[in-house]
């Protein structure tokens, strides 16, 4: 079992909907979660934290966590072209290190 | 704030040579910071973890002596890939912590290495 899973897609969503990208992970003890969105050549960038179980939003973004089911979602609302990219769920295991997904490719169609 | 900055940003060099690259937090001092290394269509898989003033902490699997690491300030890293070989022809980005709980990390642009 991987440590940090996500569906490697591509998901295909239409512009103006909700895309959904969801991960799992393997360690009871993770604290931490992160989202990054990867544009192709460029280097990641993080788009949301979460640390509690719940939802938290920002902007058209909305993170939720459920450690109970070990599982880390993300939403994004209104769905632009721009959104275009690939998608990676990481967390923090140990003192700090970072473990990834393999990422969900998504892509926002006209 | 939290900007990294990475240089060169592309790099093209024989094997057998060496290259460094160079990280840098511009905005905030990094106790913290770490090298990855992303093959095409892979994911991030992390290379090392390095404090200011100590050794690395290299992952399993990655050789001490051809990635040299020094982070030998708060705000500047550098990993030397030594006798580069084909293989060695990656997405190498490195991020960097301030500490904290937040627990976040902030990447470089990354520097696309490749050994001819």
């Known amino acids: 079992q991987k440590e940090v899973e996500q569906n490697s897609g591509p998901l295909s969503v239409p512009e103006g909907a909700i895309a959904s990208l969801n991960c799992t992970y393997s360690d009871r003890g993770s604290q931490s979660f992160f989202w990054y969105r990867q544009y192709s050549g460029k280097s990641p960038e993080l788009i949301m934290s979460?640390?509690?179980?719940g939802d938290k939003e920002d902007g058209r973004f909305t993170a939720q966590l459920n450690k109970a089911s070990q599982y880390v979602s993300l939403l994004i609302r209104d769905s632009q072209p721009s959104d275009s990219a690939t998608y990676l769920c990481a967390v923090i295991q140990g003192a700090q290190k970072l473990v990834f997904g393999q990422g969900t490719r998504l892509t926002i169609n006209p | 704030g939290a900007v990294v900055s990475q240089h060169p940003s592309w790099v093209i060099c024989k094997s057998g040579t060496s290259v460094k690259i160079e990280c840098r937090s511009l905005?905030?001092?990094?106790?913290?910071m770490f090298w990855y290394r992303q093959f095409p269509k892979q994911s991030l898989m992390l290379m090392a973890t390095?404090?200011?003033?100590?050794?690395?902490?290299?992952e399993q699997g990655v050789e001490k002596d051809k990635f040299l690491i020094n982070h030998a300030s708060l705000t500047l890293s550098t990993l030397t890939v030594t006798s580069a070989h084909p293989e060695d022809s990656s997405f190498y980005i490195c991020?960097?912590?301030?500490?904290?709980?937040?627990?976040?990390?902030?990447f470089g642009p990354g520097t696309r290495l490749t050994v001819l």
């Open positions: 979460i640390y509690s179980n």
């Open positions: 905005d905030f001092q990094a106790t913290t």
């Open positions: 991020s960097a912590s301030s500490g904290g709980l937040a627990d976040e990390q902030f």
């Open positions: 390095s404090n200011e003033g100590s050794k690395a902490t290299y």
